[in-house]
């Protein structure tokens, strides 16, 4: 196996935001490691490109193994499990950031091993570190030595420094040093610990099992090992876990939370729990807010799969037009169409999606869509659509448009390959040949996770920067790369569908 | 790699039946084993433990590729694309037998090659042969040397032994020795062949592309290359595919055809097309009648993943019970977990599927699966969805008790292992704990497929011997091995849902 | 894994003569397998491409592995030996064919095996049969199947073919059919057969383990088990082992027996026991036989390693120069520079050996080879020790010009691309720029392996074709393909060595 | 490929000493890490177990590749040399240490890479550090984070911390701090630099190729890539190579040099140069002496392969014995018996050598290994030699009793496991069963090595502590757990050889 791997490259891969990472940590189970791996095979979803596993035995001391692929090709077996024994272990998932000036390697895999005076941790991360870079500089003056490109290094580099006796407090120095969205599941010999950070951007779950203790990216990953879903782990709390029980702190300076919009619409997997309902009644309430705010003539009502479904039945629901699978996904694509055929290459979406032509045939069509990012695969997805001899289609997006990058752990292309950052609804539409083409609105959006009133503009009640480019924590490491951040008013004239 | 595999063995594994072969070829095309990549992966469903492809180019002769796993991990590349050159080819994708007494050996995969005194011929079969064990101890006798232990290399002997002139008549010779069920499609140095049984048991069509001819197992695999559908390969047919044209020979005594019902329940994908109409639209229309017979008060309709959702979004149109994902499936499971742990393998199928916890709480839920086999699947899912807090669980089984093995190609279990052999309706609404559970009618079945008028008992449209115990052709071979038919009379007593 | 592979290509890999196959089998002991992978361990040198083993257990029947590459790295593992159980057990090592058209296939890699209307039998060959072409034009024609293109199927397919009621004397029926050199082991479930062809070109020797009993291509494999050297096969017995004991028939018209000389020269290894003695102690006689004949002035006698180092060893004693390592063997060679870069390949023989500078400066050296077969080893080789700076260089050659091809089972290049074939011994010391070059004559190798008369030109002892011509059986298939054989008288003028 | 391998096994790899690593690096021609697989396969006899390169180029920056596993299996495919761009390049092969408690990680595979304030360097190091333990704890406690268990990296960490303003300057810092011997390739972006420990204890040399330089363990990696030898590094020298030229620094209080003397008995290839004359030459002087030392009437002088080869003809040169090669090695043993069977590991030693019968039997034998460290082959072989029927066996070792570890940089069993550390020369006789037995004494070593009058026990010349406890550096890190250095006059009584 190579020790890096270049990012999959199939056209229609580029085409959709990508969640980067989900961790998980479990304390207080004989085997610990097998229940990360279960764990980390139900948060999948949000991250494909490698994964890895610590674990803490008294006899073996810590033990890592980190793979490139799928969990369930790498951690589920004996012969791995056994490498990594111990009754308190942590995982990983990631995905490939697209815009990496080279491949990953091994070594840029969480979770992060760190040998202290007393004693060693290991810590993994969701999210995006924002002023990593001006931290990097400052620790390898002064003598750090990094083993990997990420930024989550940082942290663990800041703890080796801090002049605090315990890990957790050290935990603390460092992660008051640092910038951005960050939900961190780490652990030392005897403690589990998840930190969620101020805004409370990405989500963090905590649960049981019995005695044992697990933290969670997500709830799915709970129903896998039958464990109890006990409360979110709060904004800015710093949680340790240990054989005797709970214990909060709440290291940072307190702010009003602002957690990602997006998790709602496509992140996380629809049998999750967020705030207190599942994500697939939320999406399914976006698809009936996408057919009060859009309405539109048609026979069929039909999602561009998997991640359009449960908006699309929301909108049939709504709408009274029938619900139906006008195009099938080939349930054996997977990411590992690895160095294919020129020719291959280029079949792009067919290799994943079909359309039902026998079905589709004269029928007029609403297509449900999660979100357009650069709108090649809508594109394509269109022209099959009509190549079958649809009569009409008419895209419904179950988003407000995505104009604007995010820096806080979601794999976004570059502004200027973003469409709608360029193009207004209008526009869009044309471009992909459509009939008609609408996009949720940003209240309809807040509305539809629960904010009757739609947003608060004063003071929006979650992160939607991808869509109203309004940043909770100024990207300084991008800043200084020469991104301009732009007021709401020159934005507003951009974004028409906000 | 290891030259054999050991067939997967998770517990849900075991609970389905699966569909043994998908067969493809392409003549007329250049680098026409791409070609073929591309279809077999579209036809990846019907089987997926291996594939092989077979091409012919006048300078470097006969080629072939045999892999275990899937087309998309195996014939996609250009490393492995380049050494199958030439205009023409065809290929196969093999399920695991689950009764065999060894692992399959990648000599028994698929095409099979012959070196004729007129030149070379491969083959490749979807179906079964009822008398192969008869076949091959008489080809033995006569010094006939077998490499594997597959029933379709006996055609490939016949052949060998037939004294005729030319390709196709040594195979219309052998045919004629042979029976059972079988679309054949086959290949010389310049003709492509496309053979059905005289009931056309399995399904064949034939295509166009430009000026290339196209032979598949289901018409979806048309869609991925851009071809057209031209007809199904007629019940009794051998065509026979040129630069030149196509010609048709009927070399088998004429019979009423008997299509397996069964290809419309579950084995085809939704998107092809079986007679004149999507699979999609047979299992919603399935799913309404299924509604029309089983009706039940509840508030909403879920469909076990994924091969239940047509049927359920028909019973859900047709009983106005809202549709809903109340089961989510993991999309990264695959056939990989090799020797996971014990712990693991004990998971089964929350591995596979988990439930909507937030939205089946509290509610009255009708499950639709397609069919019951052993009921070891069904078991656990009502369980999950009964911890889950669901209040009432209504099974819908869109399609009539499975009671007999299949001997034409599909993988069924021994007779004594299937559920509806040996339980009534009640009794196996009992044994899953169900709320109620009920069976589509053979005659309900038949009225969704298109038959206004139910079964024909005198002469039956169909092959629905799994349903029936009614064999359109004795399976000798089975026979020698002790299974005994039944006469009707006492079968209808067994299987009630009938 | 590829299904087939590249033969290797480093240049200096296509400058040696190479043995195609060494043969082993056992009969009485438990994990008979275990055994036969030793043995083919211990004759690795007669085959590196590949190997394969076949075994009986009366509860698992007949099961075999095929894999390219080294006996240790495949067949010595719990998880193979396992998949091959029982008391009888045969293999075989595969040396790659350099002329053929295409890759080696696994399945051409040896043993066969054929099951015939009496029970299976396996069977793998040493040798080469000179009029395979036509048999197999022959069995095609009737029907027969062939699944390689190795010569030795048709011995199957001729057995299956036979009229005779058990497996022996269908292998004699078919053997009287076949032309060339074959030293075979073949088995049942109840017997282990050894064959050796009419002139016993090829080696093949019958050992005994307490009650078992053990045939092997050298006896260097008995000792590997602790076996005890029982005796020689004869030419032209075909001998049947089993747990009752031996049985012997000739089946062959007798004829004087031409046992390969070249097996003397080089490919049998040294501690292996041919005609009674050591063939370490035959090419140390060479050595010294090859000083009386041709002797010089010189500081140091030094082996091209490592084949040359016997016959250099017996040179310096003959002689009195003092033996040195003037050119060391990196140990760490394989076959296995798969691909290397353009650089790297051009390093050719620098990567296998470097000369002993400091040793060599100022010295007058004399280089003992074994053999002279394209010349271009031999010239880089004289290259690097003069670079070094040795004063001169003498060439002598521990056997007479190899100006032929060999049809019985050696790899020899074309005709054409023979030094000796073009060149006279002078030609050759030019072509090299050695200071003189020698070869030693046909009579001195007869003397050195016992004849003290030397060659008996009316009727030699030996098969020494690729010395002079004399081709004890007459090669068909090649005669058939073009190849000219030669009168003799024509002959010694071209090879003036001799 | 798993992240990390268990040490290899077998009985027989036990019973040697092993070069724990070989350093090479080179600046100024395209494709440096070409040249540095090149050498590093000639250094592979230094170490086996894994390999890594590190090289620079100004457009892709730092890059790097570590394997398990030979240089030619994973170092010369152009696949992996493209990944490793630049003009400059260094690269290790490193020995697995056979008492670590748990197996080698890759990330314990050399060169280690640092990014300084200044910018990158990579390190790769042949020796030891007696001091590490100390260092790495306090590193630790001041926030280095270490990614690996090798002592080396704590140069790394020295050097990021120090605050001189260049990196060669940063290495003067750190090596003071550091003790041991240490033998240093190391490269920044334009420089390449060697270090040697002021005593010399491991060998470096210097080379040139055209405009470019080299650095080497030993010259035979300069003969594989045409390199000329300019000198050795000397003892307390680190010198700096560059485009421009050649610059030397001497950073370290001058000592008297103590070069290992076992390189001329074992660790070096026999092709290199070490103090003006060939380790071959070298080596036959070390059998003359032993000659001299321990005469014994015999039959045949035979080398235990392939060290004890040398020695061997030196011992027969010097007593007109006849050498003969009376054990044959089988050259297709690799270090991948990876798992074998019980059964084929308990063959031990059979895998690899076979006793001529033939030729042995009957004959009185020297024997001429190299050291005797357990004593386990040496025991086998012997029992070999006496079962194919030789009349006496005399065992002539050609270093003097192994009875103390060495820290230097080879791996050695602790004292307890060293047979001559509890064992007089006549036990181990009577241990070996051989009819005699004599190590070469330390004086005539001395001699051989061109000391004509021996050992100066006041200031030895070599470092010569395996033999007689006399360790130049204290070992502190091993005193610390428990290592008791003695004084000379105890030692003196349990080795009597000396």
Chains 1, 2, 3, 4 share one sequence.
């Not at 300084?476 to 951009?494: C, V, W, Y």
């Amino acid at each position: 196996m190579p020790a890096s791997r270049t990012p999959p490259s199939l056209p229609f891969d580029d085409d959709a935001l990508h969640e980067e990472c989900g961790v998980f940590g479990v304390i207080g189970v004989p085997d610990a490691s097998t229940f990360v791996a279960l764990g980390l095979h139900a948060l999948q979803h949000r991250g494909q490109e490698a994964g890895g596993i610590v674990s803490y035995d008294p006899d073996r001391g810590f033990n890592s193994a980190r793979h490139f692929g799928y969990v369930r090709d790498n951690f589920t077996s004996s012969e791995v499990i056994e490498t990594l024994p111990g009754a308190v272990a942590i995982g990983h998932v990631r995905y490939a950031k697209s815009d990496q000036p080279r491949p990953t390697a091994i070594r840029d895999v969480q979770p992060f091993f760190g040998e202290f005076a007393m004693g060693g941790a290991a810590l993994s991360h969701n999210g995006n570190i924002t002023n990593a870079n001006a931290l990097r500089r400052e620790l390898i003056e002064h003598g750090s030595i990094f083993q990997s490109s990420s930024d989550s290094e940082c942290i663990i580099h800041l703890m080796a420094r801090s002049l605090q006796r315990d890990i957790p407090s050290r935990m603390e120095d460092a992660l008051r040093r640092v910038e951005g969205a960050f939900s961190i599941v780490a652990m030392t010999r005897t403690k589990l610990i998840g930190v969620r950070d101020p805004l409370g951007v990405r989500p963090l779950v905590l649960g049981r099992l019995g005695d044992a203790w697990v933290i969670s990216s997500e709830t799915c990953a709970f129903d896998i090992i039958g464990a109890e879903f006990v409360r979110e782990v709060e904004p800015g709390e710093l949680v340790i876990a240990t054989r005797e029980g709970i214990e909060s702190r709440f290291p940072f300076r307190p702010r009003k939370p602002r957690f990602c919009i997006f998790e709602h619409v496509y992140f996380s997997r629809p049998d999750s729990i967020l705030g207190g309902r599942s994500v697939y009644e939320t999406r399914e309430a976006i698809g009936r807010e996408l057919a009060r705010e859009n309405p539109v003539e048609a026979d069929l009502v039909c999602p561009v799969p998997d991640s359009g479904t449960p908006a699309a039945i929301g909108y049939s629901l709504e709408s009274g037009i029938p619900y139906a699978m006008g195009i099938i996904r080939n349930q054996y694509v997977g990411r590992t169409f690895i160095e294919p055929t020129e020719q291959i290459r280029n079949m792009g979406v067919r290799l994943k999606l079909n359309v039902n032509r026998a079905l589709i045939r004269g029928k007029r069509v609403v297509l449900v869509d999660d979100s357009v990012v650069r709108g090649t695969t809508s594109r394509k997805i269109k022209e099959m659509i009509c190549d079958a001899g649809a009569r009409e289609v008419h895209f419904r997006i179950a988003s407000p448009p995505t104009a604007w990058p995010c820096f806080y752990g979601v794999d976004t292309p570059r502004r200027d390959k973003l469409l709608a950052a360029t193009m207004s609804e209008d526009e869009i539409c044309a471009h992909l040949g459509a009939d008609s083409l609408k996009f949720l609105s940003l209240d309809g959006l807040y509305r539809a996770v629960g904010e009757a009133n739609g947003r608060n503009n004063e003071s929006p009640q979650y992160c939607d920067a991808c869509f109203s480019g309004d940043y909770p924590v100024a990207p300084s490491d991008m800043i200084e790369q020469g991104f301009r951040m732009e007021t709401p008013a020159r934005r507003k004239k951009k974004t028409p569908a906000e």
